[in-house]
């Protein structure tokens, strides 16, 4: 079982661009991370280097204490699923499991074969046939049913339709649940699949941003509902990440947390407060910096 | 055996066996239409299976980086342990390819015998000739495999243009071993060219054994690319 994933100064340069610049992170055992970031912020490098796809350009990386490049015992625990799938793209979806199984000793056959039932993806299809929503089904499964003690997703819903992704919601938290390990899931969905995170890590350019518990993100900003009127006066002189307006009636998204007397105000004002979403508070967090 | 070494020959075992039914159905049907219409003064399976095999080790040398590495890595097998992997199987493919030919020499020399015998013409097989194919057949066929894991490697780790740089060193192997070690002499025999056989052999091997160091230098850390499968 792979333990405690400790990263420091990491830095992963592509000639003169820099795709991760000096992150420092922790990451305990058994969590499902949330890793956001806008595009090109170089989450995809981060989950290169923790997979031991390539080495970092500086820094360090352990993993249960070691360095996990070229460490068999880590590497073998380790899947990264990547949105563009690493699979032959001649072969039948069968023998892409099958070849997952022969060389995972963790992979369970079964549970593949019961995922393809669930996702309806027949065995018998080339991978060369497959649609982008498909290939990234065959991508879940292949995560899921290594059954890695560190599993890295990489976009792997890209292109699934609204019930694949709901499937592979359930289907990950289930087996999460039943077979815990660290998950590190990385996503642009991030509403949809924000139930699923018990920490999350936001990175934007190559910098880490936040790194928090998923409850304690939700807390830094507050949904304002109520007349239009006492919305306004409410939020002035407040940080608003989003409005809207229906009617007579306004919400308001605020960034910061309401103390007990701003509390006690807005009930006076019937105001409704509720939380925020974990994408909102991902755009102001990111799109501050731009 | 590796584990990646069983599992390559899980992938390659029907592809071998069509490669050597292919060749053993062209070689007896050009042999019986050869023979129709002129006397036979060569053995059609020396020919084409002593090419054959070359050029086919050189594919799998392509492979083995262009697609297995990505595949292999992506299902938690490390480079070590790949190019390991990887080396095992390509020798002993190598071997037996080496080895079907002067086997296959064999039954055709067999064949002619069971039909009257061959012409006069024919290269005879005898155990001697058949171990003498095999001394050259088998370093030809390791130059074409790691020449052609090495030109690859040069372009899946390097820039286009400095794989095309690379691409003169890493055909070495192939060349020379070529050069110094082909079978098809003036009589269609096996044949010392520029070198004698020990002389050409060990730099054949030499050759081989720095293709093989710089192979394994360039793979030992490089980067999974992101390429579709």
């Known amino acids: 079982m792979i333990t405690d994933i400790v990263l420091r100064d990491l830095t992963v340069r592509y000639g ?57 015992q880590v590497m073998r625990q380790t899947c990264f699923v990547r949105d563009t799938l690493d699979v032959a793209d001649s072969d039948r979806v069968g023998a892409v499991l099958s070849f997952a199984a ?9 549970y593949a074969a019961r995922l393809l039932d669930t996702f309806g993806l027949p065995a018998g299809q080339r991978v060369t046939t497959l649609s982008r929503g498909q290939r990234s089904i065959l991508g879940a ?22 019930a694949a992704r709901t499937t592979f ?60 009127a006492a919305v306004e006066r409410f939020v002035a002189g407040r940080t608003v990440l989003s409005e809207q307006s229906l009617g007579g009636v306004r919400a308001a998204t605020l960034y910061g947390r309401l103390d007990d007397a701003d509390a006690a105000r807005a009930d ?23 | 055996m590796t584990v990646v070494a069983r599992s390559l020959f899980r992938i390659y075992r029907p592809i071998i066996v069509w490669f050597w039914c292919t060749v053993a ?13 002129a006397e036979v003064k060569l053995s059609l399976w020396i020919i084409i299976a002593g090419h054959g095999l070359k050029w086919w080790l050189l594919v799998i040398g392509v492979m083995l980086v262009a697609t297995h590495f990505k595949l292999y890595l992506a299902n938690g097998v ?55 194919e095999f001394g050259h057949l088998l370093p030809a066929a390791l130059g074409w495999l790691v020449s052609g894991a090495l030109i690859t490697a040069g372009f899946y780790r390097f820039r286009w243009w400095a794989g095309l740089l690379l691409l003169v060193p890493a055909a070495l192997p192939l060349a020379v071993t070529d050069a110094l070690l082909g079978i098809f002499g003036p009589e269609d025999t096996p044949s010392a060219r520029v070198l004698p056989y020990a002389a050409g052999l060990t730099v054949s091997l030499l050759l081989t054994a720095a293709g093989t160091a710089a192979f394994y230098l360039q793979m030992r850390d490089v980067a999974v690319a992101r390429t579709a499968g």
């Open chain 1, 169 to 228: 919601y359930r289907e990950l938290l289930a087996d999460y649940l039943a077979y815990p390990r660290t998950v590190v899931l990385s996503t642009h969905l991030i509403e949809e699949a924000a139930e699923l995170f018990e920490q999350v890590i936001i990175i934007d350019r190559g910098r880490l941003v936040l790194h928090e518990e998923a409850d304690v993100l939700r807390g830094r900003g507050v949904t304002v509902t109520g007349p239009a």
């Open chain 2, 78 to 132: 490390t480079r070590r342990d790949f190019l390991l992997g990887a080396g095992v199987f390509g020798a002993i493919t190598a071997v037996g390819y080496a080895a079907m030919v002067p086997i296959g020499h064999g039954v055709e020399w067999l064949v002619w015998t069971a039909f009257g015998g061959p012409p006069e013409s024919y290269p005879a097989f005898s155990a001697a000739g058949a171990v003498r």
């Open chain 1, 16 to 72: 003169p661009t820099v795709a991760v610049d000096g992150l420092s992170l922790d990451l305990a055992p058994g969590k499902i991370y949330g890793l956001l970031g806008r595009n090109g912020s170089g989450k995809t490098s981060l989950l290169s280097v923790l997979a031991s796809y390539r080495r970092p350009s500086s820094g360090t990386v352990t993993v249960g204490g070691v360095n996990p490049f070229e460490n068999r």
């Open chain 2, 25 to 37: 159905v062209v070689a007896a049907v050009g042999t019986a239409v050869l023979a129709q219409v």
């Open chain 1, 268 to 290: 006076a004002d019937g105001l409704t407060v509720g939380p925020v979403g974990i994408q909102e508070l991902f755009v102001h967090l990111t799109g501050a910096q731009r």
């Open chain 1, 141 to 162: 499964v292949l995560g899921l049913a290594a059954r890695a003690s560190l599993t890295l997703l990489d976009e792997v819903s890209l292109g699934m339709d609204a």
């Open chain 1, 102 to 110: 022969d060389l995972r000793p963790t992979f369970d056959r079964e």
